[in-house]
């Protein structure tokens, strides 16, 4: 990834999801539902659903909760199912931003983005806009001391991950999103646990911003995060320690301060 850390992006977007914790898990709910009438109730046999599963308890979502999301799909079978869509854009100075949503009336849902994502300064585009920059990726990261980077690499290796790197306090591994299951047991085996997965849009070159471009992607990102049939976000912007804090900056500006 050419010294891009693509868990600069999730961990940013994981504290706008601590923050408000109740609503990541009606979205998990959501990812969950729509899995199992994808592919079934049995996430040893669907991916969709083992992953979405994988991420509503790193998010500390509960074993009841989830089961309860898995049987409600199960007793509606195909009623409100929702379709899976990525809106393609651009955000303050040009950063190309992708979002991912779960929606049951297309109208809505991309008049809402819209707002959200004009009302900052940007702008939606095409299939295609910016698309063509990003690769869809499984992403984890264990947190590890640098003295079991040989036992993280064969673990990784055993999984058929694409690369295994040592990151700040453990480190990243990636891999192609058909192999995420098999990285994920590859790893537990080895005694590692993930502290965080996810398969996202991983940006191929990315770009830097000012810190007042920044605080304004961090309040569009987090219009968006409230948005009900958003399911994730992605930019091309580096995410750098300075960067993650004009971004929080920006958050705790929009929610004032009381939040």
Known sequence: MAGHSAFKNIMHRKSRVDAQRSRAFSKHARLIMTAVRSGGGDPAANLSLRYAMDRAREDNMTNDAIDRAVK??????DAG???ALTYEGYGPGGVAILIDALTDNRARTYGEVRQAVERHGGSLGGSGAVSW????????FVEAPAEREE???EAALQGEADDCNRGEGGFEITCDPTRYA????AL?????KPTR????WVPKTTVQLS????ATLGKLLEALDALEDVQGTATNLEWTDAALAAAERGRAEKAGPFA
């Open 133 to 140: 920059n990003f690769d869809r990726r499984g992403l984890f």
């Open 197 to 200: 997965s996810q398969i996202a």
């Open 182 to 185: 098999c990285v994920r047991a």
């Open 151 to 153: 036992a993280a690499f």
């Open 72 to 77: 409600n799909a199960l007793g509606k079978g």
């Open 211 to 214: 810190d007042a471009q920044v």
């Open 81 to 83: 199912a929702l379709e």
């Open 188 to 192: 537990e085996q080895a005694g590692f």
